[in-house]
C-alpha cells in the first residue's frame, strides 16, 4: 500500500521494519524493499521526524562505493555503510541515534517511493546486585527482605524474582515485579536461592543469591 509523501513520492505502508530496537555499540542494517531493487535509480537516505526530516546522504546507482553527503556528515560519517544500493548500516549506535530514517527511492519516469524506520538505542542493561535489608528467624522459618539494586537510573528497566522454591510473600501481592522482596521459607532448604533478573526492551541482566547463606 503506497500513501503520498511528498510531490512525486509515495510512501510504503507499512513500514519495511517498523521497530528495531539494538543497545548502545550496536549495528542496525535499514534495507528497502526488494521489490524496489531492480528499478532503483538512486535513494536519499533521510534522518529526523516526517515534518522536519534532514537529508544524510544520496547514493546513485553504480556508484555504491561514493555516496554524496548531504547533511549530517560530522555525525554519522564514520560510522555509516552502504553495503549496497538497497541497505544502510550504521555501527556504534548511541541513545542519541534514535529516531525516525527515511529512505527516498526514486524510479524511472520521476516515480518515487519512501520507506520509513523506527530506531530505538538503549543503554546495557545494568549488571543487579542483591542486598539484604532484613533477616529474622522464627521456629522453622527463614524471614529476610532484599533489594535488587542497580547503578544509574531505571528508565526503561523492569525487575522480576526467580526462585527454585515455592515463594511465600510477605505481605502477600505483586511483590515478584518490585526491587524489594520480602519473603518468609520453611527451614531448612539449604538449597534454595533467589535470582533478581533486570531487563530493558532488548536486553536482561540477573544476579543470584543462596538463601542458605543469608538464613543462618
Request: contains cysteine; glycine residues 6%; aromatic residues 8%.
Amino acid at each position: 500500500h503506497l500513501q503520498p509523501w511528498g510531490p512525486g513520492f509515495w510512501r510504503a505502508s507499512p513500514w519495511s521494519r517498523p521497530s528495531s530496537k539494538w543497545i548502545r555499540g550496536a549495528s542496525v542494517l535499514f534495507h528497502v524493499s526488494r521489490d524496489l531493487g531492480a528499478e532503483l535509480q538512486e535513494i536519499t537516505w533521510s534522518a529526523g521526524p516526517e515534518s522536519k526530516y534532514t537529508a544524510m546522504l544520496r547514493v546513485c546507482r553504480g556508484q555504491e562505493d561514493a555516496p554524496t553527503w548531504v547533511d549530517l556528515r560530522d555525525k554519522y560519517e564514520h560510522r555509516v555503510h552502504v553495503p549496497n544500493m538497497m541497505s544502510l548500516e550504521i555501527e556504534n549506535l548511541s541513545p542519541e541515534d534514535s529516531g525516525r530514517y527515511w529512505a527516498q527511492a526514486q524510479l524511472p519516469g520521476g516515480r518515487g517511493v519512501v520507506q520509513g524506520f523506527q530506531l530505538t538505542v538503549y543503554e546495557p542493561a545494568p549488571l543487579p546486585q542483591i542486598v539484604t535489608k532484613s533477616v529474622s528467624i522464627t521456629p522453622g522459618w527463614c524471614n529476610v527482605t532484599l533489594e535488587c539494586s542497580t547503578a544509574g537510573d531505571r528508565e526503561h528497566l523492569s525487575v522480576r524474582w526467580e526462585s527454585n522454591f515455592s515463594l511465600m510473600m510477605s505481605p502477600p501481592g505483586p511483590a515478584p515485579n518490585s526491587w524489594v522482596l520480602a519473603v518468609s521459607l520453611p527451614l531448612p532448604q539449604p538449597n534454595a536461592s533467589l535470582t533478581c533478573v533486570v531487563s530493558n526492551p532488548v536486553e536482561e541482566k540477573t544476579r543470584s543469591t543462596a538463601l542458605g547463606e543469608v538464613c543462618v
